[in-house]
């Protein structure tokens, strides 16, 4: 039987067990949104993780959405994430970083007046925090057929921009209801070109976008993130047949690629994630504590039941840095402090305290 704390190798790496840091985004890279001292020291601290998938970084400018969100497409933000890659595998660690285009998740207000874009000029209902305050999501520009190779070049220039950084690879963020799930969803899509009508068309851009991908850095260098039917931030997929239709279509089609991983964010107990892991027939990390926090003892049983080759865990990492040794020792865990979750400084970032 397989245990929490076996190694595995995922894609060109050999990890010291069978759980990773998932994205957590923490909104303080303020300025040009290249990687600080600050940022660098909080990585570095959590290198146990054995691989560390950072914060949703954008591609290009009119891909961010939240106030103060690290960016992979300038030469400032390439020297940032060199120095956080340089500090990570100083410690032994790996580093993935997650590339998240918000689409409609945004305001201009956030993005030096950057202007929003989606599949459909169709708004998510709510608000977003901006620099004054929180304000209506705004009606995005829905992008044109032939702008859609833009976005995948996006894509591609910042995962250029990651190897030329030393990182170790990228994910592909097709998930929660930003950019590229926003074009899986058919509440979000109402495209009736070649990217939206049909699941199958709906699943198009992702795998353009991981083919591409993959095809400039390396596949052993790529993963990639789904939430199927997770429905949450306006990406509802409500009918399960057209939700299997896309998603098969989607994993069918990236499966030949030799990926380093599928991140499957859904209940790994359900039909449709197991079925989707067999599909995709390589490594696949789950993630069940989008509602409740990964425990020890949760991911242990994920492990040891084969509903997944790895566990993402995320609050549980804000807090320890080193949670990889606590958890091997069954010590006492730090609490995460819920008020400095996003944005500020060193205080619930970098100074929670460790064994030592």
């Known amino acids: 039987m397989t245990t929490l704390f076996d190694p595995v190798r995922v894609g060109a790496m050999d990890l010291p067990q069978r759980f990773v840091m998932a994205p957590l985004t923490r909104n303080r890279t303020p300025g040009d949104h290249a990687p600080t001292d600050l940022n660098v020291e909080y990585y570095a601290q959590r290198a146990g993780a054995g691989l560390i998938i950072t914060e949703g970084t954008q591609p290009s400018a009119v891909g961010q959405g939240y106030l103060d969100t690290p960016g ?140 591409a991908v993959a095809q400039a850095i390396g596949a052993e260098r790529v993963g990639v993130r789904i939430s199927p039917a997770h429905n949450v931030q306006g990406a509802v997929e409500e009918d399960p047949q057209e939700t299997r239709a896309a998603y098969e279509t989607l994993v069918d089609a990236i499966a030949p690629l030799g ?5 499957i964010l859904a209940d790994p107990r359900s039909e449709l994630v197991q079925d989707l892991r067999r599909r995709f027939g390589g490594t696949v990390i789950v993630n069940d504590g989008f509602g409740a926090v990964t425990t020890r003892e949760t991911a242990a049983r994920i492990v040891e039941q084969d509903l997944g080759d790895l566990v993402a865990v995320g609050r549980p990492f804000i807090a320890n840095p080193d949670l990889t040794e606590r958890w091997r020792t069954g010590a006492e865990l730090n609490e995460p402090d819920p008020s400095t979750f996003y944005g500020g400084g060193a205080h619930g970032y970098t100074d929670y305290p460790t064994l030592g």
Not at 124 to 141: A, D, M, N, Y
Not at 162 to 186: I, K, M, T
Not at 259 to 263: D, H, R
Request: hydrophobic fraction near 40%.
């Open 259 to 263: 990926l380093a991983y599928l991140s």
């Open 72 to 211: 992979l497409h300038t030469p400032a933000q390439v020297e940032g994430w060199r120095r956080v890659a340089d500090a990570v595998h100083e410690r032994g660690g790996h580093v993935f970083v997650q590339l998240m285009h918000a689409g409609r998740i945004a305001h201009p207000d956030n993005k030096g007046g950057a202007e929003t874009v989606a599949p459909s000029a169709i708004p998510l209902e709510g608000t977003i925090v901006t620099v004054s305050g929180p304000q209506p999501h705004p009606t995005p520009r829905a992008l044109e057929t032939d702008e859609i190779p833009g976005v995948v070049a996006e894509f591609v220039h910042a995962a250029r921009c990651a190897v030329e950084a030393g990182v170790d690879g990228v994910e592909v963020h097709s998930a929660n209801g930003y950019l590229l799930h926003q074009f899986l969803a058919p509440s979000a899509n109402h495209r009736e070109d070649a990217y939206g009508g049909s699941p199958a068309a709906r699943a198009r851009l992702t795998i353009e976008v991981v083919t």
